[in-house]
C-alpha cells in the first residue's frame, strides 16, 4: 500500500475527532450556549437554591419549543438569505419593526450589563482586585476582538467557548446529589401552585426563550452561507436535504446542551445552596461564592470560572445580535463577514451596546434592578416577534416549498401561546409590587 493510501486509512486520533467535532458545529449550538449567559445561570442558581428539586421539570418543558422557535429562524436564514430583521422589514409594517428592534437594543443592553458585571465579580473572587475595574477590561476587550477578527477566526472562539459550559456538568461531580429524588422530580413532578414558584417559572421560561437568540441564529445562518459561497436554498434548492438536516441537527444539539447545562446549575443549587437553606442567592457571583463553603473549593472554581467564559460567548452575541437587527432594519447591510470599513454602522451598533453596557456598570444602577426593566423589554418584545417569525416561517409566499409546517409549526405556535401566558404573569407580579 502507498504512503497516501495509509494516511487515508489511519484512524483519527481523539483530539483530531474533537477538532473536527467542534468546527462542525454551528449558529445552533453557539445560540444554545450563549442562551446560558450569566444572568441565565443567575435564574437557575435561583430556581435550585430556592426550590430544590422543585422546578427541574421546567427544563424538560422549554426544550421542544426552543428547538421549534430556533429552528424557525433558522430556516427562514437559510431559505431566504435575509436574517429575520430583513425579513420583518419586507413583510411587516417599519413603524412596528422599529419599535420592536429598539426594545430589543434596549434589553440586550442592560443585559451586558449584568453580565460584565457578573464576569466582573467572579474574576475579583478568584483572583482579587476591583470588580469594576475587571468589568472595563472585559468590555473593551470583547468590543475590539469583534471589530479586530474575521468571522471565520470568532466563529471558531464560539464552538470552543459553548464546550466551557461542560464546567457546570463537572461541578456535578464535586457535590453529593441525590438523584433518586432528581430524576423524579424532572420526570414526575410534583407541581407547587404558590405565586413565588409560577413568577420562578416564568423567570426560567423568559431567560431559556430570548429574542436577540431568534435575530442571531437567522442572521447566522446567512454568514454561514456567504462564508461557504453558497446561495438561499430558494434560489438553490438542490442544497435544501443537506442544508436543512445540518440545520436540524446542530438547532437540537444546541437546544438541548443549552438545557442539559441549565439543569446542571439546578441540580447543584439545590443540592448544595436549598439543602444548607441558603435559598436568598441573587447574582451567578453570589452562587459561586456560596458554593465555596458548602461544596469546597474546586466547586467554587468551576462555577467561577463557567460564569466568566459563558460571559465571552454571550455579549458578542447580545451585541452581534442588536447588531445585525438594526442594520437589517434600516437596510444598511454588513456583518461579521465584513471588515469596520465595509460595515461601520454594523459595528457602530456593536460598540455602542457593548461599551453602553459597561457604562452603566459605572452608574449608580442596581444590575439586579435594571434585568427587571430588561426583562419587561424582553417580554414586550418577544411575543409579538416570535409571532411574526413563526407567520414568516410557515407563509409559502415568503419560504416557497420550504414553508414550515406540521408538528414543528405547531410547536411553534404553541411556544408563542406559552410566553404570551408568562408575559401576562410577568406583569401581573410587576404590577402586584
Not at 475595574?133 to 466563529?155: E, K
Not at 427587571?372 to 416570535?386: D, K
Amino acid at each position: 500500500m502507498t504512503e497516501a493510501g495509509r494516511r487515508r486509512r489511519r484512524r483519527a486520533t481523539p483530539r483530531e475527532r474533537l477538532v473536527a467535532a467542534v468546527h462542525a458545529l454551528g449558529p445552533g449550538v453557539v445560540s444554545g450556549a450563549a442562551d446560558d449567559d450569566p444572568s441565565g445561570i443567575a435564574t437557575y442558581s435561583q430556581a435550585g437554591a430556592q426550590f430544590g428539586f422543585g422546578l427541574l421539570w421546567t427544563t424538560m418543558l422549554t426544550t421542544p419549543f426552543m428547538i421549534a422557535i430556533q429552528l424557525a429562524a433558522a430556516r427562514v436564514g437559510r431559505v431566504t438569505g435575509l436574517g429575520l430583521a430583513g425579513n420583518l422589514r419586507l413583510h411587516w409594517p417599519r413603524h412596528w419593526v422599529i419599535a420592536l428592534v429598539s426594545l430589543l437594543v434596549v434589553a440586550n443592553t442592560i443585559n451586558i450589563t449584568a453580565d460584565i458585571a457578573a464576569m466582573g465579580e467572579a474574576l475579583r473572587l478568584v483572583v482579587g482586585g476591583g470588580q469594576r475595574g475587571y468589568s472595563l477590561l472585559i468590555g473593551l476587550l470583547i468590543a475590539v476582538l469583534q471589530v479586530a477578527l474575521p468571522y471565520w477566526r470568532l466563529a471558531a472562539i464560539f464552538n470552543w467557548l459553548s464546550l466551557t459550559l461542560l464546567a457546570y456538568v463537572a461541578v456535578l461531580f464535586t457535590v453529593h446529589v441525590d438523584w433518586a429524588s432528581a430524576i423524579t422530580a424532572l420526570f414526575a413532578p410534583r407541581l407547587a401552585y404558590s405565586f413565588e414558584s409560577m413568577l420562578m417559572v416564568v423567570a426560567v421560561l423568559g431567560t431559556t426563550i430570548s429574542p436577540y437568540l431568534f435575530f442571531w441564529q437567522a442572521s447566522h445562518e446567512v454568514e454561514e452561507m456567504r462564508r461557504h459561497a453558497k446561495r438561499p436554498l430558494l434560489e438553490y434548492p438542490e442544497h435544501a436535504p443537506s442544508a436543512l438536516l445540518r440545520i436540524r441537527l446542530d438547532t437540537i444539539a444546541g437546544m438541548v446542551f443549552s438545557n442539559v447545562i441549565a439543569l446542571a446549575i439546578m441540580l447543584a443549587a439545590a443540592s448544595t445552596l436549598h439543602a444548607a437553606g441558603n435559598t436568598n442567592i441573587q447574582t451567578a457571583s453570589q452562587a459561586a461564592e456560596a458554593l465555596r463553603p458548602l461544596a469546597g473549593q474546586s466547586a467554587f472554581l468551576l462555577f467561577a470560572a463557567g460564569i466568566i467564559t459563558t460571559g465571552l460567548l454571550a455579549v458578542p452575541v447580545l451585541a452581534g445580535s442588536a447588531a445585525y437587527a438594526v442594520s437589517e432594519t434600516f437596510g444598511w447591510g454588513g456583518g461579521l463577514n465584513h471588515t469596520w470599513q465595509e460595515a461601520r454602522g454594523f459595528y457602530a451598533i456593536i460598540i455602542g451596546c457593548t461599551v453602553g453596557g459597561v457604562g452603566l456598570d459605572f452608574t449608580p444602577i442596581d444590575p439586579i434592578r435594571a434585568l427587571y426593566f430588561s426583562a419587561v423589554a424582553n417580554g414586550v418584545a418577544a411575543v409579538p416577534i416570535m409571532a411574526m417569525l413563526m407567520a414568516i416561517a410557515s407563509r409559502p409566499r415568503v419560504m416557497g416549498a420550504f414553508a414550515l409546517r406540521g408538528p414543528l409549526l405547531m410547536l411553534g405556535w404553541v411556544g408563542t401561546a406559552l410566553m404570551a401566558l408568562a408575559v401576562g404573569v410577568m406583569f401581573y407580579a410587576l404590577a402586584r409590587g
